[in-house]
């Protein structure tokens, strides 16, 4: 994917969600997910906002989807009301949390 088009994914969700409500709230790419990965999970977020005004089974379909896509690129969209911070970041497999368990448990 082109920088051009990943830039182009990521103005259309901020121009698209940052509204109303969200307008002050930043966007942050943790610099551990991949711009493309990114540019993909923004434009998932962006279609199931669009699918929510849809029928309550087709919006409940396509959000599974988007939770399902999101998973297998370990992805992980957060909004933090406090610091008006929507976040992306790397989401920790469960192999990860189990290595972190091990090293805090035997150093």
Do not use: C
């Not at 990114?38 to 279609?47: G, N, P, S, V």
């Not at 957060?78 to 290595?99: G, R, W």
């Amino acid at each position: 994917m082109k920088k051009e088009e990943i830039d182009k994914i990521i103005e259309a969700w901020k121009s698209y969600l940052l509204q109303g409500q969200l307008e002050d709230y930043e966007l942050e790419i943790d610099k551990s997910v991949p711009m493309e990965f990114a540019a993909i999970a923004l434009h998932l977020d962006a279609q199931t906002v669009r699918a929510a005004g849809q029928v309550e089974e087709f919006y409940e379909g396509y959000r599974q989807a988007a939770v399902d896509v999101l998973n297998v690129m370990g992805v992980e969209i957060a909004q933090d009301d406090y610091n008006k911070v929507i976040s992306l970041f790397k989401k920790e497999s469960d192999e990860d949390k189990q290595e972190e368990l091990k090293k805090h448990i035997w150093g």
